[in-house]
């Protein structure tokens, strides 16, 4: 019995073997992998970049050219590393300091939003952890935020 299951294990070596020869697969090798990154805002040439795939923010900011002069430069984490899809904001100066800071929100602001209870205020919360640079569109993106929630958050901060 164990001879056979030997046999069985060598015949089953030999044919994926066989297969990956025929089809030329080849495992991708890590520096080869990719990722694009859409990065927007004040950089010299907004738009989508393939990076590899442990870039970092400041590698983006690289390839879009560096930074333009209205850049706020202290709301950006130049070592956070980067992920497939995602979008960066890069805000100005003048912008910042007059935007609403999201990230410094409490539970209690956003359950003050018209259809935002606990549970969504913490979906919400938890998303701007994992995704430094979102914005209140971004939201949708949250499982459990529908458009509508979007909108009357957007509307709920900007005072209307």
Same mark, same amino acid.
């Given at each position: 019995? $164990?001879? *056979?299951?030997?046999?069985?294990?060598?015949?089953?070596?030999?044919?994926?073997?066989?297969?990956?020869?025929?089809?030329?697969?080849?495992?991708?090798?890590?520096?080869? =992998?990719?990722?694009?990154? *859409?990065?927007?805002?004040?950089?010299?040439?907004?738009?989508?970049?393939?990076? @590899?795939?442990?870039?970092?923010? @400041?590698?983006?900011?690289?390839?879009?050219?560096?930074?333009?002069? $209205?850049?706020?430069?202290?709301?950006?984490?130049?070592?956070? =590393?980067?992920?497939?899809? @995602?979008?960066?904001?890069?805000?100005?100066?003048?912008?910042?300091?007059?935007? &609403?800071?999201?990230?410094? &929100?409490?539970?209690?602001?956003?359950?003050?939003? $018209?259809?935002?209870?606990?549970?969504?205020?913490?979906?919400?919360?938890? *998303?701007?952890? @994992?995704?430094?640079?979102?914005?209140?569109?971004?939201?949708?993106?949250?499982?459990?935020?529908?458009?509508?929630?979007?909108?009357?958050?957007?509307?709920?901060?900007?005072?209307?």
């Amino acid at each position: 019995m $164990k001879n *056979y299951l030997i046999f069985a294990l060598i015949l089953l070596l030999f044919i994926a073997g066989l297969f990956f020869e025929l089809y030329k697969i080849k495992p991708v090798d890590a520096a080869q =992998r990719t990722i694009k990154v *859409y990065i927007v805002g004040e950089v010299v040439k907004p738009g989508v970049y393939e990076l @590899e795939e442990d870039a970092r923010i @400041e590698d983006v900011i690289k390839v879009s050219g560096g930074l333009t002069e $209205k850049a706020n430069k202290e709301v950006i984490n130049f070592a956070a =590393r980067l992920m497939d899809g @995602e979008k960066i904001v890069v805000q100005a100066t003048e912008e910042d300091k007059s935007a &609403l800071d999201i990230y410094s &929100l409490s539970k209690k602001d956003w359950t003050g939003v $018209k259809g935002i209870g606990d549970k969504k205020a913490e979906l919400i919360m938890n *998303y701007l952890l @994992e995704h430094k640079n979102a914005t209140l569109e971004d939201l949708v993106h949250i499982k459990g935020i529908s458009k509508n929630n979007v909108e009357s958050i957007i509307k709920y901060f900007n005072g209307e």
